[in-house]
């Protein structure tokens, strides 16, 4: 099983390899309006979405783990999509 890595940045993601790569996420085989609700969502990534250095941003927070979720609905057994961070209401792995 592959390992991936749910992590928003500025630029590439927000799925990473072990090793730091972005994936590009047609190549998972994602549908096409998922792969696209997720880059949308991406692409609003700002330091401040995330609660690092104060409260987040709550609406775009509930939206990634709504993605979360669907991106592992559809990758199935194939790949386990990992987290490192507790905003993502699970424990990081």
């Known amino acids: 099983m592959t390992v991936l890595e749910f992590w928003p940045d500025y630029g590439p993601g927000p799925l990473w ?5 972005p994936v590009d996420l047609a190549s998972l085989g994602l549908g096409r309006r998922l792969t696209e609700e997720v880059e949308a969502w ?3 990534y700002t330091e401040d979405k995330v609660p690092c250095e104060g409260p987040g941003d709550r ?14 609905a559809e990758l199935g057994d ?13 424990e990081p792995t």
């Open 17 to 21: 390899t072990q090793d730091g790569q």
């Open 42 to 44: 991406h692409a609003g």
């Open 59 to 72: 609406v775009w927070l509930s939206q990634g783990k709504g993605l979360l979720g669907q991106i592992r």
């Open 78 to 90: 194939h790949y386990q999509v990992a987290v490192t961070e507790p905003w993502w209401d699970e």
